[in-house]
């Protein structure tokens, strides 16, 4: 009955995959232990803004076997085969337990927009470009359930896709922020994030590319990485 009903569920699946840039597959958390230790802070600061307040973190749970699929059950348990064991598929179960409320099919509007809101207040992504990504893929997202996200200017997008890439020149990243990302940003605005990036010691120009400087000293190693 769910599934005739859930008219944008397939929809909804491949814009996961364009919108976490593949993150949503594959197994980050060993035990379901490490999944809901991530979930429980996270569930205790989204809860009230989606009218649920009193209501504790769902259980996540080993799947049945055979199970080929995460799950959010109706009587609030999450279900969780080995390669959902990610930060992404917690967060779409989740979106699923909190968007229960409204009683909207599965993945319909509100659950997306609740989605949506958690990804980018939890995973870092970019919310007008999730937005972006949804419109150019026909995904319906209801954008008050959402909430509030932080705003982004050129400096997050340009250290973001250096931590993708490794080294790029000014041109390649520009180049890769528009047809990938959405963004269109002259010269200009590259040179000046690259100049607070440097300014912060978060990167540093080599061989006329621009890259990061990584936190546990190895950046040696990126360079020959990259
Ligand atoms: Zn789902």
Known sequence: MRTHRDFQREKVY???GKASQAQHKGQNFRTIEECQA???????????RYGRARVPAP???????????????????????????????????????LAVRWKDVAHGPRFVGILIGLVCRHLDYDASEQMRIADEMGVRY???????????????HVERVLRAHGAMTPMEIAC??????????????????????IRGSRARWWRGKLVLVSQDGDAGQELLAA
């Open 14 to 16: 491949a814009w996961e």
């Open 38 to 48: 991530y979930l429980n802070p996270i569930w205790l600061t989204e809860r009230g």
């Open 59 to 97: 259980a996540i749970e080993r799947p049945h076997w055979g199970q080929r699929r995460a799950f959010a059950h109706a009587d609030h348990r999450i279900t969780l085969p080995t390669w959902c064991r990610n930060e992404w598929m917690i967060l779409h179960e989740a979106a699923h337990r």
């Open 142 to 156: 209801d954008v008050r359930s959402i909430g509030s996200v932080p705003v982004h200017g050129p400096t997050w």
């Open 176 to 197: 890769e922020l528009s047809i990938v990302h959405g963004h269109d940003l002259g010269q200009p605005q590259i040179r000046g994030a690259a100049l607070q990036l």
